[in-house]
């Protein structure tokens, strides 16, 4: 074994053993509130109403403590194990599993029961969800939200545009992204406006939170965006591979016409440059090989 792979699995070994050392330790430093704002706001509210989770107001009452701390950290295995009330809790979610939070230590569940409890004691929880207005949208409300969608309208908070990572079935000849879910059904799949509208002020998904930590979704974006989505559902259909083949198509036609522009550019360079070099040259040797015959 060389030098460098000595040193290699030394920096490996001792990598690891800080993610394992130090990995709980990010959750246990971070707050119970920002903790639930982070990974549990966007299915669950305190005194909100139900999201695609149950409304968690006075859920410390209506279930045992044993149960809860035995539920949160890994909602299937208690699924699997024939568990009523989580079965029941399955169903209602229309067989949506709550995934195990991350990091999610045993303090940190204790934390979150407690601050759960405190919250549901008050008149209005800070998790009571985004009040979204039930009013009808408007043509105007689909097209603000398409244009924020496209990136056409610039987010307020600097955001990247949905179709960078998405695409959806009316979004455009050349699609969008293909590194997050087709949108055209996010409406339905998040079971409706309210949800919806929580889910964009929130995202649960990692990459989501990464890129909308620091630039998230204002209210008065979100709701058009929701208008925009509410529209895509009901048109029905979803992003196919026709943006994907246009946009490949399109790319292929720039590189041809980019080899011709490099082609008449360079075809003439021997003629400017090297040809006179070889005519001398060759006038050079005719002359001391005593000129022409």
Known sequence: ????????RRWALAAGAFLVVCAPAVADAQD???????????CHTIGGGRLTGPDLKGVTERRDHAWLLRYLPDPKALIDSGDP??????????????????????????????????????????????QVSDRPFTA???????????????????GPACISCHTLGSVGALGGGRVGPDLSKAYERLQGR?????????????????VFKSTPLQPEEILPIVAYLEHSAQEG?????????????LGLGGAVVGLLVFDGAWRN????????????????????GGGDK
Not at 269 to 288: D, Q
């Open 1 to 8: 074994m060389n030098w460098w792979s000595v040193v290699w």
């Open 32 to 42: 119970a509130p920002g903790y639930f704002r982070q990974n549990c706001a966007s």
């Open 85 to 130: 009330i989580a079965t029941q809790l399955f169903q209602e979610a229309r067989g949506v599993i709550m995934p195990s939070p991350p990091l999610l230590t045993p303090d940190m569940t204790e934390a979150l029961l407690a601050m759960i409890e405190a919250e549901s004691a008050l008149e209005k929880s800070q998790f009571v969800g985004v």
């Open 140 to 158: 105007q409300d689909v097209a603000l939200g398409r244009s924020i969608v496209r990136g056409e309208t610039a987010q307020a908070s600097g």
């Open 194 to 210: 309210k949800a919806l509208a929580v889910w964009l002020s929130a995202p649960a998904t990692p990459m989501m939170q990464s």
């Open 237 to 249: 259909g979803e992003g196919t591979a026709v943006g994907m083949v246009t946009f490949v198509l």
């Open 269 to 288: 360079r021997f003629r400017a440059v090297r040809g006179p070099l070889v005519e001398a040259a060759g006038f050079g040797r005719r002359r001391a």
